[in-house]
């Protein structure tokens, strides 16, 4: 589905965050142009894969060409100057609903929500609101509203939840990177399903407003990329809280641009293919793939060594905040 190599544009397309933006950057190629490769992509690919619910084109190409027009005019550039970025529909894109993946929640956005604000501060154009499993409650993506989210690799394979549409977006390079959220998987697992990389960011680090929290403190926000780099770049973009919200993390000593070209030095790292849920088990391929990292970090040169947790049964603690959030956004 895919198509890396045979369809116009693709290299464009998994040129990923920081490839695009140095392209924009260049005068290789214009942020317009860009956009309208990246609408063009989507218009081709959504009809089989729907990762988007909604597709914002003539605001999206509006954007670029201010933002082209910024460059031409000598203008300082943000560091996702020209960047299309989809955005789970779990939070505000003024002037479109945020319907959390249903069809009953229907109020028109007044403004952006702060991690929107921020993208297009750092110059990102916003195509799209992604698709999601209704307010976000289940592992995979799939609503009596907007119908099945398919994975590019496999579109008989589901591409996990709750950002499935942000992840099905990213991995067919429909756009470069998508905001996602996540309580209890909703960035890890459609990240793992789809090839991506995704983290669920400590609890204060990325802004939830207008919302004071997501999922009561259980939920964060973060982007669903292809690449390491791609996610810091984001994050350096996203970090950041305001006096709305509930939780502040820590502020760190260098940004996460910085740490992910350096060098970490040996490691110690366990290595784990126990499943922390009662009574699942992986597949023996998945815990091959596990044991050949594994042995690829101590070829590297880091401490490896096999060690399962005792994980605690988290349920008490889980569905009070899962239920209590989806009653807030209900």
Known sequence: MTERETTPGSELAFAGVAGQAALIRSGEISARELTENTLRRIERLDS???AFVRVLADEALDEATR???????????????GVPIAIKDENDVAGTPTTYGGAAATRIASADSEVVRRLRDAGAVIVGKTTMPEFGIWPFTETAANGYTR????????TG?????????????MVAAAIGGDGGGSIRLPSAFCGLFGLKP???????????NLWRGLGTLGPLTRSVEDSALVYDVITGTTGIDDYTAETLRTSFAESAASAP???????????????????????AAVHSIAEMLSALGHHVEEHDPEYPDATAAFLPQVL???????
């Open 67 to 81: 933002l082209d027009q910024r460059q031409a005019d000598g203008h300082s550039l943000g560091p996702l100057h």
């Open 161 to 173: 939840g709750s950002s499935g549409g942000s992840a099905s977006a990213v991995a067919s390079g």
């Open 265 to 287: 030095g040996p490691l110690r790292i366990a290595v784990s293919t126990r499943s922390p849920v009662r009574g699942v088990r992986p597949s023996p391929e998945v815990v």
């Open 202 to 212: 400590q609890r204060g680090r990325v802004s939830t407003a207008p919302n004071r």
């Open 151 to 158: 994975n590019p690799w496999d579109t008989g394979v589901s």
């Open 324 to 330: 209590g959030g989806v009653r807030d956004e209900a």
């Open 48 to 50: 089989t894969l729907n």
